[in-house]
């Protein structure tokens, strides 16, 4: 017959007798058997437990990682649009809503009567009978010389179909206030270089941007490359296919410049 004894595994314990100055004993005997299997059984389902707390915690911290790594990538494409903010201080007075303001006073010099151009009178013998001059009518009717070129030859008249509009383009590191910036409409992606692709070279191209005022690209420059000016023509051809929203500003939509940074990895040739 096995010998009872009391068998402790972890939160398990398996009582065989009472305390030995008990006098009643109440416990059935274990067997070294059984608490063998018992054990056993223990340490499966702690293990099953354990490892599924371990593999859940191991997905949580692979997972915050590529969430991070994602979201910081979302944050470096968003164009960049240099404001500035203005104190109300720094603003001037604003009129006068009553125009009750005087005009300023504008100094006006004074002009002497003209010395030339008086008419003298000379003698009669001094003056040529056969010299007129030539009216109005004459004077229009002669057509002056004809400039060279695409407008023909000399006699021919110029005609100016519409009006010619010359819109001033803000420079690059020129301050431009708006009051609501561009958006990415429709983005872009450059095409990887060939030679850049056979030596495994990686680059990182910050490209400007002038959006106009109905929102399509009209020039791009490079500003900054890490890689000897391999992407910069990559970029520049992939920036100007950019689609944005305009500008706006109280007058009406306006011209600005966007700054995109493009990314060339030998990763993204596989995606």
Excluded at 156 to 180: A, C, L, R, S
Excluded at 232 to 258: C, E, I, L, R
Aim: charged share 20%; glycine share 8%; proline share 8%.
């Amino acid at each position: 017959m096995a010998h009872p004894i009391s068998f402790k595994a972890g939160s398990f314990h398996l009582p065989s007798f009472r305390h030995k100055n008990s006098p009643i004993v109440s416990a059935l005997p274990f067997s070294v058997a059984v608490a063998r299997k018992e054990l056993r059984n223990a340490l499966r389902i702690n293990l099953e437990r354990g490892l599924m707390v371990s593999a859940m915690f191991h997905c949580a911290v692979i997972g915050g990682y590529y969430g991070i790594e994602y979201y910081n990538s979302l944050e470096e494409d968003v164009p960049v649009v240099k404001l500035r903010i203005v104190k109300y201080s720094d603003l001037g007075p604003p009129p006068s809503i009553t125009n009750s303001m005087t005009a300023p006073v504008v100094g006006v010099a004074k002009i002497g009567r003209p010395s030339i151009g008086t008419p003298i009178p000379v003698p009669d013998a001094e003056i040529n009978p056969e010299q007129t001059i030539a009216t109005q009518t004459e004077l229009s009717s002669v057509v002056g010389p004809g400039i060279e070129g695409d407008a023909g030859g000399a006699g021919e008249k110029i005609q100016i179909t519409e009006d010619v509009k010359i819109e001033d383009e803000p420079g690059m590191n020129e301050f431009v206030p708006v009051e609501k910036s561009p958006q990415v409409v429709q983005a872009a992606k450059p095409v990887y270089p060939e030679i850049a692709r056979r030596a495994g070279m990686e680059g990182t191209v910050w490209v400007n941007i002038l959006v106009d005022k109905t929102g399509k690209p009209k020039k791009a420059v490079v500003v900054k490359e890490d890689a000897s000016g391999i992407f910069s023509q990559a970029a520049v051809d992939a920036a100007m296919k950019y689609q944005f929203t305009p500008a706006y500003m109280n007058t009406g939509p306006v011209k600005v410049w966007v700054a995109i940074k493009f990314k060339f990895q030998l990763t993204d040739l596989n995606k």
